[in-house]
């Protein structure tokens, strides 16, 4: 308790912002790389169709992510709370919680399994794109448990102090699902099934260690007891309601991009499609960072929450928004110039790489100042205004995205499809900035501690 109250309380919190959220970027890296590795080697040893195989998938596995984080988040945000009031009863429990919420991911993923053709057809598949997507989808969809899980132990990790734990685990997954597409795809030519194989191999290998040091982890710090302090319903409801506006997020993306895979094979074709699943791979990889800071905000957050240091709120909040700015702005920089680079290392055909580069730039158009919507998002959860911030996750994507995505792909066909993007973040960004301005109007409960005044200056 004394290392996590000296770390949350009196560390610099640009200094805590990068402690905690260096493994996040790894976290996601190795998540998104997964993928990103398939795609680099199906790529550039298969067919442009098995790539557009990938990107039907793409959407199902964002609906696991989501899941992810709705116990990942959920769970160690309460316990971050939990631990800043000392309340180890309650930290138990939700531990608990979050363990039978995990397993809830193996009697879908045999579901999914068994209703996979009906799935990629409802996302668009059709002709070589589907046949590469039922491959693939057939042997991924079993890693799904080891995704969720890995992703909650790394947030459990950071709750617990300790946000370094990921780091082998992320470098021992990654390394493996590179060696492993390697042997498969490139040697074997055995196009999206060995990269399937690849990505099960890895995560279970990585779920594995990764368990073993967070169970030392919890014994080290006395949070495991041999007296079973179970669930119980006030540990589910928080950990919903706190996790559910991160599950949005998530399970949005995974919907809009079934959406958009619909919408572009109705004016552009199956060309479309694998543009789509080539830009997407670096459009998501850009988010890295992006995600991370504002993940890693939030325990920080939460905990100064908890314990009612108020004040120092408000600082993390400010600064996070700050740091999250400059860096963006940088890796929106470097998405420009080098975005044939980058295009091309995920496919071979020049002529899918020239249509791609364009269509990538009008994406990112509104990347500098899309974090200012996610930070606002992780704030919100972290202070208990969860309700907030899943209106703002509804509000993005089902009020705004896919409206304008409809509207503007039926007066530009596929070029206002990718204009849908970068206007969608910046009405995002205005709706949160409203939320947030409005929330800082208004009088905390004497709970809370001191009146939470957030006048953001953007």
């Excluded at 102090?161 to 685990?169: E, F, H, N, T, Y």
């Excluded at 500098?368 to 704030?379: A, D, L, Q, S």
């Amino acid at each position: 308790m004394t290392t996590v109250k000296q770390m949350y309380e009196h560390e610099k919190i640009r200094k805590l912002l990068v402690r905690i959220s260096t493994p996040l970027v790894l976290s996601y890296l190795v998540a998104e790389l997964y993928n990103m590795t398939d795609t680099f080697f199906v790529g550039n040893f298969s067919s442009a169709s098995s790539v557009g195989g990938l990107m039907l998938v793409f959407p199902i596995q964002r609906l696991f992510i989501a899941l992810a984080v709705l116990v990942s988040v959920g769970a160690a945000t309460n316990i971050s709370v939990k631990l800043g009031e000392g309340d180890r009863k309650a930290v138990h429990r939700q531990m608990h919680a979050a363990d039978m919420m995990t397993l809830l991911v193996i009697p879908i993923s045999i579901l999914c399994f068994f209703a996979r053709h009906e799935i990629l057809r409802l996302f668009g598949g059709r002709g070589e794109i589907l046949t590469a997507s039922i491959q693939y989808m057939q042997i991924i969809i079993f890693s799904q448990f080891f995704v969720v899980r890995i992703m909650y132990l790394y947030q459990l990790g950071i709750a617990c102090g300790q946000p370094g734990i990921s780091v082998v685990s992320n470098l021992l997954g990654m390394g493996l699902n590179i060696i492993i597409d390697y042997i498969t795809v490139a040697k074997l030519h055995m196009g999206v099934v060995g990269a399937g194989l690849g990505t099960l191999i890895s995560q279970a290998v990585s779920y594995l260690y990764c368990e073993f040091a967070i169970q030392n982890l919890l014994r080290n710090n006395q949070l495991k007891t041999k007296k079973k302090i179970g669930p119980n319903r006030e540990a589910f409801r928080l950990l919903f309601v706190v996790g559910l506006a991160g599950f949005l997020l998530e399970a949005e993306d995974g919907i809009v991009m079934g959406f958009i895979n619909r919408m572009l094979l109705h004016v552009g074709g199956e060309e479309q499609i694998i543009i789509l699943g080539v830009i997407s791979k670096v459009y998501v990889f850009m988010f890295v960072l992006m995600f991370a800071i504002a993940e890693a905000m939030q325990p920080m957050a939460a905990y100064c929450h908890g314990r009612g240091i108020q004040k120092r709120v408000k600082r993390i909040f400010k600064e996070t928004l700050l740091y999250s700015f400059v860096l963006d702005l940088f890796v929106y920089g470097i998405g420009m110039i080098f975005a044939e680079t980058f295009i091309g290392i995920f496919i071979k055909d020049p002529d899918i790489i020239q249509k791609s580069i364009p269509a990538f730039r009008i994406m990112i158009a509104a990347f500098p100042i899309t974090g200012f919507y996610y930070v606002m998002v992780h704030f919100l959860q972290s202070i208990e205004k969860s309700k907030k911030a899943i209106y703002l996750c509804v509000a993005r994507q089902l009020f705004i995205r896919i409206p304008v995505s409809y509207v503007l792909m039926n007066i530009w066909g596929s070029m206002g499809i990718w204009l849908s993007f970068p206007i969608s973040d910046i009405l995002s960004v205005g709706v949160a900035y409203l939320t947030i301005r409005k929330h800082g109007k208004e009088k905390e409960p004497a709970s809370y501690g001191e009146s939470l005044s957030l006048k953001v200056q953007m």
